[in-house]
């Protein structure tokens, strides 16, 4: 008998049930015509949250200021530990202003309909919007 376990006697490596992730239909682009298309104005997350450390920060410097002086702690001491704590707070606040917007925005969104054309229609209308096109040397 050997003491080397039979590989269906080893558990799973899997540890806990696995979340399926919810799949979006995106229906591909048309080739011309009409397409139907969900139209929202999202707000940047990482710009909410950068203005909330910024504004946390301020506060921090105006707070450990305004406060008294101290026996224990110097005033650049008391300023630093407010800064950095009210920069943690405005992170986090900026961040739950932002998902809430995200959130209205995405109760607000509207079903657009969007023409489809082709970018060989382009060319007739005159120069191409990215400028001019190179030319071939062998023509």
Known sequence: MSSTPSPSARPSPRKGPRRRRRQRTVAPPAASGSQQMTLRRAPNIWAFVLLGGVLGAVVGVL?????GGSAQFTQGAVTLFMVSVCTVLGLGAG??????????????????????????EDDSAGAPADGPRPTDPRA
Do not use: F, N
């Open 63 to 67: 707070v450990g200021l305004s406060g």
């Open 95 to 120: 961040a739950v202003v932002a998902l809430v917007l995200d959130r209205v925005s995405v109760a607000r969104a509207r079903a657009v309909t969007t023409e489809v054309v082709d970018g060989d």
